[in-house]
Every structure is written in structure tokens, then in C-alpha cells.
């Protein structure tokens, strides 16, 4: 069973910034589409960002384009989420997630899962 850990997660105020972190202890994913989601209380679990791990391509939701960035270090096999400009309804459980099919936003294309570490952005 592949496991995803994520972290990094905390509170923070409106504004702040955020890193959050992901690594697959012993296991690449060197043919993967790395995806980071989020679900807030009450809400659907949605799409944030993406990144293909081999050319490092990425993708964005419209709602966080020019505040996150997505990226990883080969060296390090892990996958991160730079998170600026954070607003309150950025608030919400983030997950990493793996899968195969490329650069999807679509949650059930990803395989493997993290457990989710908590956002919170006060106002």
C-alpha cells in the first residue's frame, strides 16, 4: 500500500503564506501526476493544483492561479505547495494525491492518498 504524507499545514493570517509538503517514503513516482486538492467543512473535495513529475508541467485552479505554485525535487521525492496571498476560503483539508492518468483535476483518477493536513486562514 502506497502512502502519501503530507505536511506543513497550520494557521495562519489573511495574507500569510504557507508551504505544504508531500513524500512518498520509498516509492517514486517518476511517471505520476501529482495533484494537491482540499475540502473544506461541508464542501465537495476539490481540485487545486497538479504537477506531471517527469517535465514538471502544472496546472492550476482558477481560484488559486498566481498565489500557489506547485513543484517538486526529484532529489528529495517529494512535492510541494507554496501557498501566498492566503485567504480565508483557502481554509481547508489539503490532500496529496498520485495518479496515472496525466495532468487530470479530477480526484478519482488519482490512485494514492494522503491523510490530509489542516489549512487554516484566519481573518
Known amino acids: 500500500q502506497v502512502q502519501l504524507v503530507e505536511s506543513g499545514g497550520g494557521l495562519v493570517q489573511n495574507g500569510g503564506s504557507l508551504r505544504l509538503s508531500c513524500v512518498a517514503p520509498?516509492?517514486?513516482?517518476?511517471?505520476?501526476?501529482m495533484g494537491w486538492f482540499r475540502q473544506a467543512p461541508g464542501k465537495e473535495r476539490e481540485f487545486v493544483a497538479a504537477i506531471f513529475w517527469r517535465g514538471g508541467i502544472t496546472r492550476y485552479a482558477d481560484s488559486v492561479k498566481g498565489r500557489f505554485t506547485v513543484s517538486r525535487d526529484n532529489a528529495k521525492n517529494t512535492v510541494y505547495l507554496q501557498m501566498f496571498s492566503l485567504k480565508p476560503e483557502d481554509t481547508a483539508v489539503y490532500y496529496c494525491?498520485?495518479?496515472?492518468?496525466?495532468?487530470?483535476?479530477?480526484?478519482?483518477?488519482?490512485?494514492?492518498w494522503g491523510q490530509g493536513t489542516q489549512v487554516t486562514v484566519s481573518s
Open positions: 494525491a498520485a495518479g496515472i492518468k496525466i495532468m487530470t483535476s479530477r480526484a478519482y483518477d488519482y490512485n494514492y
Open positions: 520509498g516509492r517514486t513516482f517518476s511517471s505520476y501526476t
